[in-house]
């Protein structure tokens, strides 16, 4: 007999809903042309003209006081976004996860309320090791998202997204390439995933949906 794949590409089902099913069923999905090319397009030379400005600082870990800058746990470069003065482009992948957020939470009833994201460059022999994206001790980012930018990736660039996707076998990963348009979505508490050194120089913006403060 021959399973029916579940995910199938013939499927009119509005991405959003999609992703929020998927999300509620195995805790994370890769939704493949999630924006349109031209948006993507545009993102990608608005990144590049602020990373060539100079408005990127190195990434770090941690949070307020334990705030540290490691450069052989992660060596990317990032740019907060604001989305009170964002460019046309910006402002539909910014509504667009705006939609995304409304879909989980009819889904998933996480009362997700808001959306922190930054621009990220990975220079070439970058990686970010495995790790979770919550902050000890505390449950506020619950969803995270990275979208891709990067054109013509092929699997010799690395730089692949592994991700742990059985919380209870470790060595269960998927690699996902960072290609132009696909977005990336898990429960940010539960999810080990690490950036793999990418060869080429590696565009995103990666963001969490937050809970509020209890
Ligand atoms: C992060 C992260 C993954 C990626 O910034 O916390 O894990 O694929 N990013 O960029
Ligand atoms: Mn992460």
Known sequence: MQLIPQDHPAT???????????????????????????????????????WQAGQFRHAGIGRGDSFKIRPQIRNDQ??????????????????????LRTSINRQLYLGLFDYEAHYAVYPPGSFYKKHLDQFRGTGLRTITTTFYLNDNWLPEHGGQLRLYTNPIVPTEFIDIPPAAGTLA?????????????????????TGWFRRREP
């Open 12 to 50: 009119l089902e509005p991405d959003c809903t999609r992703i929020a099913t998927h999300l509620a069923q195995q805790g994370w999905y890769v939704c493949p042309n999630f924006l349109d090319a031209e948006t993507v397009k545009a993102l990608r030379q608005q990144m590049f003209q602020a």
């Open 78 to 99: 990032v740019m907060w976004l604001d989305q009170a003065s964002a460019t046309e482009s910006l402002a539909s992948y910014f509504a667009a996860l705006e939609d």
């Open 185 to 205: 979505t898990f429960l940010s508490a539960e999810f080990l995933h690490e950036v793999l050194p990418a060869k080429r120089e590696r565009l995103s913006i």
